[in-house]
């Protein structure tokens, strides 16, 4: 029984006589259209033309593209669509999540470590602001998920840290951020990620909370952010098995599914322990977690029977669609289950009245806002509060010329991530350093120390180089991978010549270089982090940072 004058609908009569008629009006075939929420990686007619086969979607994601395409494209599919589609984008870090030249405001966790509400409710300011001028009105954000654990390769700077009241703060300003613009806002991941250090995209993962530990963490973020309005939970390929015991004793370990297909978490847990009455969406349904649970033919309507009301992309849409149509003929997916999850559907459509925008209005302003002045403005001001010197136990730090002139800078990119977005910034740090007069080198490997080698010492490293500088990019991998077996670019010099590193993603890295003794996080790699660092270094502007999590990693050698 879906409540529409509840919270997070609140529906009027007018909302409610709409969602009523429209469901009233609707065949089996257009209902089954609404549960799919589809992908388009590119503005194109092509791609438009395959999710729109077979179906009307209830809804479309789409991937970063410009805001020129998107502002005609947003427009185009809600013009093939009888019934406005919900639109969709990833506005974890601003605007660039679903507009490539979008203003990027920072990770979720460069925002918690300025440690500032007005940060966190610009995060959501931007991405609602620039999503609305262009025709989104839902986004897949905030992320409330736990960083507790740091070899995690999916939660790390996408969250907003470790403590759960902070996350729980954070999320509200988010929230506030992106209802201004009436863009619907998604917590994710339930039940919770971060306690793995696996990765859902790859294989389904678990929460390895007891049933007392998930009250108080987790499931403490969830009651209060879904009583706070948050629109849509995203159930996530990660399994719970305490609380699916708890709540289905009979289950065996084979048994437990993961929270996009339990019915145990969706409905025992999620709808009848935390009350949410919002929509339940799946997470991308091509995650190894999903797809190793059960055969996708039955995985694909069972996800709308255990509980979510819409499914999150196809992998062959004509094929997925077929599943769905079957689930639904053969009663996996009753009648009374089909016209709950679409009431839920269309309850969030006229929340959002999208049906008064005849699918063709945008917000009062254009195109212009994406990246505007005052975003960047913002943007600046957030990395500038949030960048955290961990460590500078020789203090080294204010760095000038005259004391370290000759710099060499080792850049450590290691394996791209390819799925968040981010501005390498190596080339501008290092015209950056110059410019404020070092004479700045870049490693060869062929001249350092390493198995091998004859005549290359230390001596002429130390005559040659007053400072060692490591810069850590974004697209580092989550531990470093050295090129070298031993010495080469590894940091085993720092009894010789002064070291430092700046990590501008993981807070985690110090793991792999604890003999650095002068270490920063700065979260992201942006131009605002970038000269946030500079001016830092230089010493012109202070270290404002606090960090969200644990840099040491609970290692006992690495504040040392």
Known sequence: MVALTANPFFLDQEQRRWVEDTLAGM?????????????????TSEESDVIFSEIKPGGVMFRPNTAEDLNKFTQIVQERSDIPLLIAANFER?????????????????????DSDACAEQLG???????????????????????????????????????PDKIIRMAK???????????????????????????????????????????ETFGKIYRELIAFGADAVMAAHIMCPAYSKFLNPKLTDREILPASLSRELLQGLLRDRLGFNGLIVSDDTHMTGFMTSMEREKAVPYCIAAGVDMFLFTINHSEDVDYMRKGVRDGII???????????????????????????????????IVGCEEHRTWAAACADQAVTLVKD??????????????????????????????????????RSLENEGFQVFEMDLEEMPGIGKTGTGIRPLKEKYDLMLYFIGAHTGYRINWQSIVCGEIPCYT????????????????????????YINAYSESDYTREAVVEKIMGRSPFLGVSPVDPFCGMWDLPL
């Open 27 to 43: 065949n089996v075939e257009e209902k089954i259209g609404q549960l799919f929420c589809e992908t388009l990686w590119n503005c």
């Open 94 to 114: 601003g605007g660039n999540g679903g507009i490539s030249n979008g203003t990027y405001y920072g990770t979720q966790m460069q925002v918690a470590a300025a």
């Open 125 to 163: 300011i931007v991405a609602g602001r620039e999503g609305a001028a262009l025709g989104f009105n839902w986004s897949f954000a905030p992320i409330v998920d736990i960083d507790e654990n740091y070899l995690s390769t999916v939660t790390n700077t996408r969250t907003y840290g470790s403590d």
């Open 173 to 215: 300003g988010y929230i506030e951020g992106v209802h201004r613009y009436n863009l619907a806002a998604t917590i994710k991941h339930f039940p919770g990620d971060g306690k793995d250090f696996r990765d859902q995209h790859k294989v389904a993962t678990v929460n390895s909370c007891t049933v007392e530990e998930w009250d």
């Open 334 to 368: 009753t009648r009374e289950r089909l016209d709950e999850a679409v009431t839920r559907i269309l309850a969030l459509k006229a929340k959002l009245r999208l049906y008064e925008k005849n699918n063709k209005q945008r917000v009062d302003f254009g195109q212009e």
């Open 393 to 430: 136990v020789n203090k080294l730090l204010p760095l000038s010329p005259e004391k370290y002139k000759r710099v060499l800078l080792i850049p450590l990119e290691g394996e791209k991530a390819g799925r968040y977005d981010n501005n390498p910034q190596y080339r501008k740090f290092r």
């Open 495 to 518: 009894k010789e010549i002064p070291t430092m590193a700046v990590s501008f993603n993981s807070p985690y890295m110090l793991m792999d270089i604890p003999m650095v003794s002068t």
